[in-house]
């Protein structure tokens, strides 16, 4: 069903006092409302790195004292957040964009398996990240 | 092309030793930790005995003037490639130009002295009685039979057809078996020939209190400080074949425990043997530290070889699943 | 008198036969380790004073079988004559190239005269190679001369050194450390990485030393 232009109309909407437009014709409706900025998600969703496979979650590399990411800190796009180590192998966790890291959702040496939430990110908008 | 941008000393190309050549005199050198220089080789694909660059003064920067897979394994330097960091143990890849810079070694988890700059492909340089390690005395093997000094350019050899990623890495070894005594770093020792000669004394000593690697301690041989060891009548010995590991007391009674670079055979009395599996333990104690060594017979030190080539094993099978499960075999 | 058979770790086994040192028994060292040399434990056999050195391609599970293998291959070894070149090396003995030349004197009570006369006399014959690339291990020193290892070892010894420890007597091949009392100075290239064989002389040849000149 063609939909006449929204993101247009919404458009010239922003700055007038209307908070709720209908329009219904013969080939459907549409309903436009302006909602408080409150109830409004306009930070993008969170990102959930998890898990590719069994191991152990390393939140540090064996050899160091210093964590590699923790809440609050700011990743490029494939930076190591942590580790998973099976047997003496290490493989990386990487960020999947840039982003700052939300929080770590499993503690150092926690075996996990295939799909574990690992890390929550917050993904660095485009005007953020540049 | 490798370039040496620091002044350096002591950086040395070596593999894992020469042998063969002892009825000439030639001593098997190699890697002071042959454990880290093999996981590094591992990790690129390389044959296990590849040559690699040996670092003990710290910093030590150098330039990779064309693209190359590489690993820094032995001790953590806080390594940067264009000064981002790179993980210690770990596969990474240098573009045409980039800068790579290892700090002093942070000692966090593990105390360790010397680093390991492994190249996928090997350090290609030629190789002299069968080996790529650098004898130092007599100056052959290595590259020109010396140290390497600022300037100085290194060719790479041709990676094997096992690499095709990098980006994963490996759990240091001494992590995986931590060998203490009273908390003191440890080795184990096997008797050797004169261990009989000395006093009840000096062998409580030997086994009982910690060493000091003193600062005239290096490739050639660790002189350590403690009780004085005295035999129970005086010594004069012929000359002998010696190996690396091999724990001599001259008069003044302080040990000697010769290293990589020791000279195959000597005269002074001998008391024990660092187990050959150890070797690489002791290799990377720092200067200053302590060492303690702890009795072992034949069967332990079997099974200590057995274990660290368990590891090698293991760690070669991993890395291979690995590059299969990435798809890119 | 039995010889002794000790161990080096899991890396190598050190056969020590009986007596005094002798080139007689030098002759029998060399056959026993043409034979061990092909046994398949052994990598390498290697020949010292009297002695040899197996070192171990791969060690083997239980050592008594390897020991009494050994024993009985000593028993049944005749001496092996290998029959070399006489080699002549010119040194300058005493001062700057002899910087331990006192303490031979300390100990021996000779004079440098006495100590030179008795160094130049005899046919050295190579009992085997080791220490460092190139180095000959030399029988047939004059006990004495004979001068005790130095209590701490020089850290670095140039090469061409003349020297005596216990009672021995060689020349470093190349700068390095030793333990020995440095008595004199040669110029002569042992060792060439780049020939085949690398060393110059091998067990069976004959050196012998001359005074070129002597520094006071």
């Not at chain 1, 409302?33 to 998600?41: G, T, V």
């Not at chain 2, 002998?240 to 302080?254: D, K």
């Not at chain 3, 890396?11 to 005094?20: D, M, Q, S, V, Y």
């Not at chain 3, 030793?178 to 110059?200: E, K």
Request: contains cysteine; aromatic residues 6%.
């Amino acid at each position: 069903m063609p939909f006449l232009n929204v993101d247009q109309i919404s458009e010239w909407l922003d700055g007038t006092g209307i908070t709720l437009l209908e329009l219904h014709g013969p080939m459907g409706s549409i309903r436009l409302e302006d909602r408080p900025a409150a109830d409004a998600p306009k930070a993008p969703a969170d990102i959930i790195v998890t898990s590719s496979g069994t191991g152990t979650f390393r939140d540090r590399h064996p050899l160091s004292a210093a964590v590699l990411v923790a809440p609050g800190m700011t990743v490029a796009e494939c930076q190591i957040i942590g580790l998973l180590q099976i047997g003496a192998l290490l493989t990386p966790v990487l960020a999947p964009c840039a982003a700052t890291v939300a929080g770590l959702l499993v503690a150092e040496g926690e075996i996990v398996g295939f799909g574990t939430k690992l890390i929550a990110l917050h993904p660095l908008t485009s005007q953020a990240a540049s | 092309m490798i370039e040496i941008l620091s002044q350096t000393a002591l950086a040395t190309v070596q593999d894992l030793g020469r042998h063969g050549a002892l009825g000439f005199g030639v001593g098997t050198s190699g890697a002071m930790d042959e454990m880290a220089l093999s996981a590094g080789n591992l990790l690129l694909g390389n044959n296990e005995a590849d040559a690699a660059i040996e670092i003990q003064v710290f910093p030590f920067t150098l330039r990779f003037r064309q693209a190359c897979a590489f690993a820094v394994t032995g001790a953590d330097c806080a390594a940067t490639l264009d000064e981002r960091p790179v993980l210690p143990w770990w596969s990474c890849q240098a573009a045409a130009g980039q800068t790579l810079r290892l700090g002093v070694p942070v000692a966090a988890a593990w105390k360790a002295s010397r680093a390991y700059l492994c190249v996928a492909g090997g350090i290609d340089v030629p190789a002299v009685l069968g080996s790529r390690s650098t004898q130092l005395r007599g100056a052959f093997g290595g590259h020109q039979g010396r140290a390497l000094q600022q300037g100085d350019v290194l060719a790479v050899g041709v990676p094997g057809e096992g690499l095709r990623m990098t980006g994963f890495g490996l759990q240091p070894p001494a992590l995986v078996d931590r060998m203490q005594q009273d908390g003191v770093p440890a080795v184990r020792v096997m008797p050797a020939a004169e261990y009989g000669c000395y006093t009840e004394a000096s062998l409580a000593a030997f086994w009982g209190e910690p060493w000091k690697i003193t600062p005239q301690s290096d490739r050639y041989g660790y002189r350590l400080a403690g009780p004085a060891l005295s035999p129970i009548a005086p010594l004069e010995l012929r000359s002998h074949g010696i190996v690396p590991g091999v724990i001599q007391v001259p008069p003044g009674g302080q040990p000697i425990v010769q290293m990589r670079d020791a000279q195959p055979s000597g005269g002074y009395p001998k008391i024990g043997t660092v187990i050959a599996a150890d070797l690489w333990r002791l290799g990377q104690a720092p200067i200053g530290s302590l060492i303690r060594f702890m009795r072992c017979d034949w069967d332990e030190a079997l099974a200590a070889n057995a274990r660290n080539r368990a590891y090698l094993d293991e760690a070669l099978r991993l890395i291979g699943l690995h590059r299969l499960q990435s798809g890119r075999g | 008198m039995t010889p002794t058979v000790s161990l080096l770790g899991t890396t190598a086994l050190l056969f020590e036969a009986p007596g005094e040192t002798s080139l007689a028994t030098q002759q029998r060292i060399w056959s026993l380790a043409r034979e061990t040399q092909s046994w398949p434990e052994v990598a390498e056999a290697v020949p010292g004073m009297n002695n040899l050195m197996l070192a171990f391609s791969q060690p083997p599970k239980e050592c008594d079988g390897l020991t009494a293998r050994l024993l009985a291959a000593w028993q049944a070894a005749e001496p092996l004559a290998l029959a070399g070149r006489l080699v002549e090396l010119p040194v300058t003995y005493g001062g700057e190239a002899g910087p331990h030349i006192a303490d031979v004197i300390a100990h021996t009570a000779l004079d440098l005269d006495e100590i030179i006369a008795r160094h130049t006399a005899p046919d050295y014959p190579v009992y085997a190679i080791g220490s460092h690339p190139g180095y000959c291990y030399l029988g047939g020193m004059d006990p004495q001369i004979a001068t005790p290892r130095r209590k701490t070892p020089v850290l670095r010894l140039p090469g061409g050194a003349v020297s005596i420890g216990g009672p021995q007597t060689g020349v470093s091949a190349s700068a390095g450390p030793s333990g020995w009392n440095t008595i004199g100075s040669t110029t002569m290239r042992f060792f060439d990485p780049a020939q085949s064989p690398p060393c110059l002389l091998r067990p069976g040849d004959t050196i012998r030393f001359r005074a070129a000149k002597v520094i006071r």
